[in-house]
């Protein structure tokens, strides 16, 4: 039996998910029968991670009980079982953003794929890989550009970039409704940019950003870029060879999978020209006491031992997915976005962030209640066994940008029912009232 | 409504949490020292600036300005009323007791003879996540005494 199934081909539809299929979608996820508080969990916070299916962590205990061993090294059965159970998830999870096997690399996270990208720049620019890394290289007069709604993990290691080259970190900046004001992106992408790197939908505003347009502007400079998918891979159809972006960054755990796995998405031959971030095991071909020369992509990347169960169970986690298929997940959250959207507009003295009802968004929303501090939205929610995110959602500046310190972010999945967001609804419109908030 | 919810948030504490007495943030003029503290709780944006005048190793005077949930708000309001005019080593010996009974996991009741309104805090101790709440002001007095260096 193989430890990653082959996925169905995937209907093309436009149709979301029905009720009926969600509700039997929920049946995979025992987590999701459990109270909290005496409650039915309402799980609101499958933006910060989502839960897991069955198949999943079966994936997971199976590999452990049969296969497990070093992946990559010695000759022994098990080791062949465990190396083809590990590549095996790589194709899987290429295959569910439409990369080749060879363009992805396995990382602990997505802050770990940019920090990839970030540190393998900064080898360049010491002169690490030669000729072939040049164009990584970064330095004085030289740009990197960011947005003003970039989750820290897309922030913090470009700042940190830029503090050791010398080089200028620069943002588009967000309007009032949560999109990119993309009239003064020719003011700051300009021929100085190497790099820019956005995310695709925003973790705090619900926005999806136009990919296409920014990479024609990155591309007419020759700038690199790198789209950070956390909130897209799980949620909707993403092909990275359709998007033209030179890197993609997601993490597991945010599309069913476990924690501790992401993934890096690079062109071939730019992975193959760059330097290496992490050095030492299983990651090169020949060393002497001097030097070392290092594998090809994705190997290049993944020194030491990896996180192979972790991997193998991001495999089943892309086949649920690919099965139960990318654009009915879309429609269906698509749809749960607009009705947090209109009915939190709805109660008085809430404030949402982003685009306004009608405007496309992903199936989350981010809110400020007039009067009450997210962290005390958030606890009243939890003693009627909702589960939400509140704080700066790792985006300081975004909420710096819009007044707040804080907000309450209610996210969908695949498995989430409109029930579920009426009942969240329906405690939101309490909130005022309890802390008194007039 | 569950009890939970009404233990964490008692009136007295939804009360203070408007009324903020010690807010806003003043000058100190008062003989003696002065010092101050900001504390930040990075996890959600809560944030304290307090200063504490001294004088004759009583704390004379203690005022704040801060942005944050109910409970850390209504939590620098009732220290504010609680310690004022009180002997220093007093004031730190009530901090120890109120920390106590917090990160007690509700093992430990607040002495409410000790601790006045402050004891009304005691639910928060059976909610690990919200402790750096209600501490937020505690801490930025007890590091203005030292800061005062009195």
Redesign the interface.
């Known amino acids: 039996m193989p430890v990653v199934e082959t996925p169905v081909t995937l209907t093309p539809s436009d149709a979301g998910l029905t009720d009926a299929e969600v509700h039997r979608i929920r049946n995979d996820f025992p987590i999701l029968g459990t109270e909290v508080?005496?409650k039915p969990l309402v799980y609101l916070d499958s933006g910060a991670t989502s839960q897991n299916p069955v198949s999943v962590m079966e994936a997971e205990q199976e590999f452990y009980e049969q296969r497990n061993a070093a992946v990559h090294r010695g000759a022994h059965t098990l080791a062949v079982e465990a190396t083809d159970a590990y590549e095996d998830a790589r194709a899987a999870v290429a295959r569910f953003i439409g990369a080749r096997t060879d363009e992805l690399v396995w990382t602990s996270n997505a802050t770990e794929g940019i920090n990839l990208v970030a540190y393998a720049m900064s080898n360049a620019a010491a002169g690490r890989g030669g000729d072939a890394a040049r164009r990584f290289a970064v330095g004085p007069g030289d740009t990197l550009v960011v947005t003003e709604m970039e989750h820290h993990a897309n922030l913090i290691p470009w700042q940190e970039l830029a503090a050791r080259t010398g080089a200028e970190l620069r943002f588009l900046p967000v309007d009032d409704d949560g999109a990119l004001r993309l009239e003064e992106a020719a003011a700051v992408i300009t021929p100085a940019t190497k790099l820019v790197a956005f995310s695709h939908a925003s973790n705090v505003l619900g926005t999806i950003n136009p990919v296409a347009e920014i990479v024609r502007l990155a591309q007419s400079v020759g700038a690199l870029t790198l789209l950070d998918a956390c909130q897209s891979v799980p949620h909707l159809p993403v092909d990275v060879k359709d998007l033209d972006v030179d890197f993609l960054v997601f993490s597991g755990h945010k599309m069913l999978g476990p924690t501790g796995i992401g993934a890096l998405y690079g062109r071939a031959e730019l992975l193959n020209a760059m330097p290496p971030f992490l050095t030492g095991g299983s990651m090169i071909t020949t060393v002497t006491m001097e030097r070392a020369e290092y594998l090809p992509s994705p190997n290049r990347f993944e020194a030491g031992t990896q996180r192979i169960s972790q991997a193998v169970a991001l495999g089943a986690a892309a086949n649920y997915l690919a099965e139960t298929g990318m654009s009915r997940v879309e429609a269906w959250e698509s749809a749960l976005g607009a009705r947090l959207v209109e009915g939190l507009g709805a109660i008085p003295g809430i404030r949402v962030l982003g685009p306004r009802a009608g405007v496309p968004r992903i199936g989350l929303a981010a809110f400020d209640v007039d009067g009450?501090?997210?962290?005390?939205v958030g606890?009243?929610l939890d003693?009627r066994g909702i589960a939400v995110r509140?704080?700066?959602h790792c985006a300081?500046p975004l909420?710096r940008r819009f007044g707040l310190?804080?907000t309450t972010r209610a996210s969908t999945y695949l498995y989430t029912t409109t029930d579920e967001v009426d009942a969240f609804l329906e405690a939101v419109a309490h909130v005022r009232p309890?802390?008194?908030a007039n | 409504?569950?009890t939970?919810?009404e233990q964490?948030?008692q009136q007295i504490i939804?009360d203070h949490?408007?009324a903020r007495h010690g807010s806003p943030l003043r000058e100190y003029d008062g003989a003696g020292r002065v010092g101050e503290s900001h504390q930040l709780n990075p996890?959600?944006?809560?944030?304290i600036t307090l200063r504490a005048g001294v004088a004759d190793g009583t704390l004379t005077s203690v005022t704040w300005d801060g942005?944050?949930?109910?409970?850390s708000m209504a939590s620098a309001s009732v220290l504010t009323d609680l310690v004022q005019g009180l002997p220093r080593d007093e004031v730190i010996a009530l901090v120890d007791a109120f920390r106590e009974v917090l990160r007690s996991r509700g093992r430990i009741e607040a002495d409410e003879e000790v601790l006045g309104d402050a004891a009304a805090f005691s639910g928060v101790s059976r909610?690990p996540a919200?402790v750096k709440?209600a501490m937020l002001a505690w801490v930025a007095l007890e590091e203005s005494l030292l800061a005062a260096n009195a």
Do not use: P, W
Not at chain 2, 43 to 47: I, R, S, Y
């Open positions: 508080n005496g009450v501090h997210a962290h005390d606890q009243f003693d509140v704080g700066h300081q909420h310190t804080a309890f802390f008194g | 409504m569950s939970g919810l964490l948030y939804l949490a408007k996890v959600c944006g809560d944030e942005a944050g949930c109910a409970i909610f919200r709440c």
